[in-house]
Nanobody, 115 residues
Framework: QVQLVESGGGLVQPGGSLRLSCATS????????VGWYRQAPGKQRELVAS???????NYADSVRGRFTISRDNAKNTVYLQMNSLKPEDAAVYYC?????????WGQGTQVTVSS
């Protein structure tokens, strides 16, 4: 099993920044892929960014150039640096991992973008 704990959400003004963290209970090197997803009220959950065990990254068009996914292998943590935040970025952000063919989700962290 893999336990995931997200943190770093909060309230930020438009144009501001936040850094989300996803701490994993297993060595991140044993995890095939880690993704950040988000779900706004009334909308489907969508992929924001992902990073593979090999370090390859992928971004949704809506966040490319503003968000950066990275990982710290020593801390078994994946980060999502979010810059130039917009009101439409507001959502609950979830971490999801794939390990040995099984998907795991975190509990989510709320991001609110408002003036």
């Amino acid at each position: 099993q893999v336990q995931l704990v997200e943190s770093g959400g909060g309230l930020v003004q438009p144009g501001g920044s936040l850094r989300l963290s996803c701490a994993t209970s297993r060595s991140i090197l044993s995890i095939d892929i880690v993704g950040w997803y988000r779900q706004a009220p009334g909308k489907q959950r969508e992929l924001v960014a992902s990073i593979t065990s090999g370090g390859a990254t992928n971004y949704a068009d809506s966040v490319r150039g503003r968000f950066t996914i990275s990982r710290d292998n020593a801390k078994n943590t994946v980060y999502l640096q979010m810059n130039s935040l917009k009101p439409e970025d507001a959502a609950v952000y979830y971490c999801k991992t794939l390990r040995s063919g099984i998907y795991y989700w975190g509990q989510g962290t709320q991001v609110t973008v408002s003036s």
